[in-house]
């Protein structure tokens, strides 16, 4: 009886522990399908733009439409932007896996019969999984039609890193610093510090943001621009708050002040999830 008693402790103990190994199932967030965003309390949006995925959950193309409107569609290792007016190619993201290395800007050649060429190079540099140094290369033809000039700038961007979040982005003599929250960024929120001194366009808030190597951990509540070495003298400053339902961030405000003159950017955000 003492043995049939022992065995059955051994055999609870046992269970007990293989509970304990076991991860807990993280369910994974939905996708991004939409971004708008209204500037000033407008009905009208600035922007919108509309994103589609393949069948595994990579993105297969966006609709942008606003200023201009472009379609961006996968092909091969590469994301081709296209002018919907024209049908054009406005430029191209270039992948290494699932991480972007280079984006291409095309434009025509009036010179030379509107010969198509690449007027912007730009090539990212990362640390690890850190995106940390853009290189710009920027080409003009030549007025009698024959050939181009180009110049080069190898550290045209940089992007410094601490605790997980970029604190710094730097061009030149400018500065703009970052300060975030202790909430952490959701996995599927695109948002990311990009190479702009006013960071409230498409471009900040893009689905392609997921394909920049490492995310920021937390979410920024402000970010200031200055010149160095006049760190106390602020030229634009701007401040973020959030809505929140569940696991997913819905809206996003920019409250923007650019010496003086102030603008409110609104964005929402939908998801392919049901709001219960």
Known sequence: MKKYLFLLLIGAVSLTACGDD??????????????????????????????????????????????KEWRLVSSDNKYLMIDLSTGN?????????????????????????????????YKYVYSGSNLTLTSWLVRWPNKDGKGYKSESYNEYDRFYWENGNVVTF????????????VAEMPANFPLRVIGSF?????????????????????????????TIPNQSEVKAEYKYTYTTVGDYITGMTIDENDGGTENAYKYTFEYDFEVK
């Open 22 to 67: 076991d991860d807990p199932v993280v369910p994974e967030l939905n996708k991004l399908t939409k971004v708008s965003c209204y500037k000033d309390g407008s009905s009208s949006p600035l922007f919108t733009a509309d994103v589609n995925y393949t069948a595994d959950g990579k993105i297969s193309g966006i609709r942008f439409s606003g200023d």
């Open 89 to 121: 190619e406005l430029g191209e993201y270039v992948l290494s896996g699932n991480v972007i290395t280079a984006k291409n800007v095309l434009k025509k050649n009036s010179y030379a019969s509107n010969e198509v060429y690449v007027s912007d190079e």
């Open 170 to 181: 730097t061009r030149n003599q400018d500065q703009m610093e970052y300060e975030y929250s």
């Open 198 to 226: 006013a960071p409230v366009g498409f471009e900040a808030v893009s689905p392609l943001n997921l394909l920049y190597g490492a995310r920021n951990r937390n979410l920024p509540t402000r970010a200031y621009t200055y």
